[in-house]
């Protein structure tokens, strides 16, 4: 059975970091794209950053330069390094691992800025 189960979240005042991690298991096959969206209270889910197998990375342009995507393939992670965090990176946020055109998601963790 596929599984992804993140980690990580917790409380964070405004400038700090977090760093979330991701783990996919129960996979038979190579797991394509990795990565991070997240939904803030009363908005959409948004696309935070993701990572090919080869380690191209993409960013919201929101996160760029603050945020780090990186993953293991020998170990089927992904993680996201955040720092400078702000109260508007307040959100649950969800890993997806993408195989064999499907999209396997985590249930989230959440992450809170605040003083």
């Known amino acids: 059975q596929v599984q992804v189960v993140e980690s990580g979240g917790g409380l964070v005042q405004p400038g700090g970091s977090l760093r979330l991690s991701c783990a996919a298991s129960?996979?038979?096959?190579?797991?394509?794209?990795m990565g991070w969206y997240r939904q803030a209270p009363g908005k959409e889910r948004e696309f935070v950053a993701a990572?090919?197998?080869?380690?191209?990375?993409n960013y919201a342009g929101s996160v760029n330069i603050r945020f780090t995507i990186s993953r293991d393939n020998a170990k089927n992670t992904v993680a996201l390094q955040m720092n400078s965090l702000n109260p508007e990176d307040t959100a649950v946020y969800y890993c997806?691992?993408?195989?064999?055109?499907?999209?396997?998601w985590g249930q989230g963790t959440q992450v809170t800025v605040s003083s």
């Open positions: 990572i090919t197998r080869d380690g191209r990375k």
């Open positions: 129960g996979w038979r096959l190579s797991i394509n794209d």
């Open positions: 997806h691992a993408d195989a064999l055109g499907f999209r396997y």
